[in-house]
């Protein structure tokens, strides 16, 4: 079956440390993407890709670095320089309208 | 940027009842999609729309695309207690390459 993967499903991180987040498609999809949800918030992004070897920062980059050197793979790393981490993570893939989204990865800082 | 205004924040309602929904913008918008969100887990496209006045249905859940192309609207009949969630609206803007513009959310709570 095509979908969108991430994993892990729960990371603790210690402050000062870089984290990377994974998310892995098999739906052919070009572009993917990021987001960042708080509680009781909507979703904001964080970067996107919409070929490989590119990528373009969203709304809330700052602290957040990612790569897209396979079609497939979008990792996403919070870095120590991200000063408020903890929250829920999204990965999405769309061919070009409509996404599909990951089931998401709660990142708590310890 | 753009943004999408998407009410009421919340709802808390009886089993059984009717559910509506919006979402508004200042701009145009080419594509409207609607999304739940279980807790925990990512959001699941419900229903898209891709034409001014589209009317669509998927099950108890009807979205329009408004006819002004700045809004559109989610209903859900007769609610049942799965239906708890965030809903929200996502569109692609006139001109835009496909990056969607999420609505905040609106969180529905129903009461057995």
């Known amino acids: 079956d095509g979908g969108i993967t991430q994993s892990p499903k729960y990371l603790f991180r210690k402050e000062g440390q870089n984290v990377t987040l994974s998310c892995e498609q098999n739906?052919?999809?070009?572009?993917m993407y990021w987001y960042r949800q708080d509680p009781g918030q909507g979703l904001r992004l964080i970067y996107y890709?919409?070929?490989?070897?590119?990528?373009q920062k969203g709304d809330i980059a700052e602290g957040y670095s990612v790569s897209r050197e396979k079609k497939e793979s979008f990792p996403l790393t919070v870095t120590s320089a991200q000063k408020n981490p903890t929250a829920f993570y999204l990965c999405?893939?769309?061919?070009?309208?409509?996404?599909?989204f990951g089931s998401g990865t709660r990142l708590t800082v310890v | 940027g753009q943004q999408l205004n998407q009410s009421p924040q919340s709802m808390f309602i009886q089993e059984g009842e009717d559910v509506s929904m919006n979402c508004t913008s200042s701009?145009?918008?080419?594509?409207w999609l609607w999304y739940k969100q279980d807790p925990g887990e990512g959001p699941v496209l419900l229903i898209a729309?891709?034409?001014?006045?589209e009317l669509t249905s998927n099950g108890r859940l009807t979205a329009q695309f408004g006819i002004t192309r700045k809004d559109s609207f989610l209903n859900i009949s007769a609610s049942i207690p799965s239906d708890v969630g965030i809903y929200f609206c996502?569109?692609?803007?006139?001109?835009?390459?496909?990056?969607?513009?999420f609505g905040q959310g609106t969180t529905l709570q129903v009461k057995p």
């Open positions: 890709s919409q070929i490989v070897n590119d990528f």
């Open positions: 999405a893939s769309s061919p070009r309208y409509g996404y599909t």
């Open positions: 701009s145009i918008f080419n594509t």
């Open positions: 996502a569109g692609i803007p006139s001109g835009n390459t496909g990056k969607l513009i």
């Open positions: 739906l052919n999809h070009d572009a």
């Open positions: 729309l891709y034409k001014a006045g």
